[in-house]
């Protein structure tokens, strides 16, 4: 729940903002019987996977499982919070919203209560003094110098807006001067709350969005102070790790080509431009985040990274990897030869190098393979051999459980690792299995008390009968009243699931009946919406619901006394437990244990 807006306010943006027109805005739909069908955004879709459901007002993707409602969609197309969803929606629809009463909007961060506009404003204002500096005769000359030497043209200058911040406090002194608001300075982060200035002696890199307001800053030192790179604060406008450089003037030449190249320095994406090639952008001196891959993907098909050589670790291999799973993405990955930056390398060697490395980036699971080989000297000894397998799998399952993926997904990835590794593909799948449901018991409990980003489940047989009861519930809300007593958020031990628990069963406290969209309105994160819709349309096909539901709850009330009594111990012991307990079930009914 956002806590920023009532529930009823919240319900009705959604009734207020009909699902097939909003997602029509962004994909082309077209009817299918009851349902609009058309290509999915969240994967790359060549024939329509995607279904949208007028009368429930939900939508569900059928290859990549992406689904919810029609503030999930935005959410997920979008990169929004719910609260900016909801807000967003409401003026769409003219529905005037006010925030909950103080108390409880206090959640909100303080930086969120300034004015986006105003703030890009006093970035613009600042833009133009550091321009200005620059171009001065007196003031700009070492910085041109360095400018000169880094071989950027008078043309990159302007085009980039670059310029130059000055020491004693003269952005201070100027905005006094010239009657700017020193207070927006300061929460843009140019000036310190004790009214200094907070960029001196730096060279000036503007950071814009799609639009192309000025959203924050990157500073270089021209005095060598410890910080090579200091990068604007986080203001409701900037996020260092969901912004990219050069998103605006790149985004066409990556929607063209399919494909955005990454680079990590600003002057690495400028010599790039400079030199023609237009699909470059930068992150901002950090590795690749799964926010910039989210916001990469509204253009791009596939990412290609440049690393610098000295930089191009494992880490950063490792993960790449996970958001390229978690983001469905692909994923290469080049390093740029003889230890040079990509700016150095583009003007030392040209366009068409640069363009041939790019061409020839590999995918980035070859890569960890490669570099696990090497380290592990694999080509030598049979064991070395073993270990890189074992640490890649390892590597792939992690990413796997962190990524929320679709069984199709999980099929291909299988598929490219055997012909990677040369392994059996059942084998793969054997030990990835084992490896992940490991992995994910420790996610689960890790996640216990934070935002849970994951749906992929735990296997066992206790989320099983949890992901059973909820099944129902969400089909069947009237079940919920005849078993009031044994169906408690206490039966819930996985994150995700809680969650959705707690909510749902809050729910029908307040009343017996609740379609879809309203527990959806109820929850925040896209991961939870996602599941809900999952859950209600493997319910659905489940059908059987009271006989289901008794199973589940006996099943995990069983469970807990044989754990009691330490009859369980591990994994093993539980999926006995599970086989015999189906076996038991199935004699007494037939029909009703197909835990799946
Ligand atoms: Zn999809």
């Known amino acids: 729940m956002s806590g920023l807006f009532e529930n009823s306010t919240v319900s009705r943006v959604q009734q207020a903002n009909d699902i097939v027109d909003i ?42 499982g992406a689904g919810g409602d029609v503030f999930k969609f935005l959410q997920l197309r979008e990169n929004l919070t719910f609260p900016q969803v909801i807000e967003r929606l409401a003026e769409r629809a003219g529905i005037k919203i006010k925030p909950l009463k103080q108390a409880k909007a206090r959640q909100k961060r303080e930086f969120e209560k300034v004015d986006p506009n105003r703030l890009a404003k006093a970035n613009t204002w600042a833009a133009k003094y550091f321009q200005q500096n620059l171009s001065d005769k007196q003031k700009g000359k070492s910085a ?35 009657k700017a608001s020193i207070d927006m300075l300061i929460k843009a982060g140019l000036v310190t709350a004790q009214n200094h200035d907070k960029f001196t002696n730096r060279l000036m890199f ?31 406008l900037f996020e260092k790790s969901n912004c990219l450089y050069g998103l605006e003037q790149a985004r066409h030449q990556i929607v063209s080509t399919g494909q955005g190249v990454v680079v990590e320095g600003y002057t690495d994406c400028i010599m790039a431009h400079q030199l023609g090639c237009a699909n470059v952008v930068a992150t901002l001196g950090t590795s690749l985040t799964s926010g910039h891959a989210r916001l990469l993907k509204r253009y791009a098909k596939k990412i290609v990274l440049v690393f610098d050589s000295d930089t191009a670790g494992i880490e950063a291999a490792n993960r790449a990897l996970e958001i390229c799973l978690a983001q469905r993405i692909d994923i290469k990955v080049a390093c740029v030869p003889e230890g040079k930056d990509p700016c150095d390398f583009l003007l030392a060697a040209g366009k068409e190098k640069f ?50 993926l679709a069984a199709i997904d999980r099929g291909l990835i299988v598929n490219r690792l055997s012909k990677i590794i040369a392994l059996d593909s059942k084998q793969i799948n054997a030990e990835l299995a084992r490896r992940t449901t490991r992995g994910q018991r420790t996610l689960a409990y890790n996640l216990q008390n934070q935002k849970v980003t994951s749906v992929e489940l735990p296997q066992g047989y206790i989320a099983a009968a949890q992901k059973e009861i909820l099944e129902v519930l969400l089909n069947e809300p009237g079940l919920y009243e005849t078993s009031k007593q044994k169906i408690t958020t206490d039966l819930f031990d996985v994150p995700i699931l809680i969650q959705i628990a707690v909510i749902l069963l809050e729910m029908l406290n307040e009343k017996p009946s609740i379609s879809l969209t309203e ?62 307990f189906i076996e038991n079930a199935g004699r007494r009914n037939p029909r009703n244990m197909g835990m799946t």
């Open 355 to 404: 363009e041939h490395l790019v061409e020839n980036a590999t995918d980035v699971f070859q890569f960890k393979w490669n570099r696990l080989n090497e380290s592990f000297n694999s080509d030598d000894t049979l064991t070395g051999k073993r270990r890189a397998i074992e640490e890649f799998l390892q590597t792939v399952a992690t990413a796997v459980s962190a990524g929320n």
């Open 144 to 178: 041109r110098d360095y400018i000169n030497e880094r071989k950027i043209s008078p043309e990159s200058v302007k085009k980039w807006q670059i310029g130059l911040a000055v020491s004693n406090d003269d952005l201070v002194k100027t905005a006094n001067a010239r």
């Open 23 to 64: 997602i029509g805005e962004h994909v082309s739909l077209s009817k299918k019987g009851r349902e609009m069908v058309g290509l999915c955004p969240f994967h790359d879709d060549h024939r329509p996977s995607m279904y949208v459901n007028p009368a429930k007002q939900i939508y569900k993707c059928f290859a990549c």
């Open 206 to 236: 503007p950071i814009t969005d799609v639009t192309g307001r000025a959203i924050g800053f990157g500073g270089r030192t021209l005095d060598g102070a410890d910080a090579k790179y200091i990068n604007s604060p986080t203001t409701v």
């Open 519 to 580: 527990i959806l309105a109820r929850v925040e994160s896209v991961e939870a919406g996602n599941l809900i819709v999952q859950l209600a349309e493997s319910g659905e096909k489940k059908g059987n619901f009271q006989t289901r539901l008794n199973g589940a709850l006996e099943a995990i009330q069983q469970y807990r006394q044989h754990k009691k009594k330490s009859d369980i111990k591990s994994i093993k012991d539980e999926n006995k437990f599970l086989e015999r």
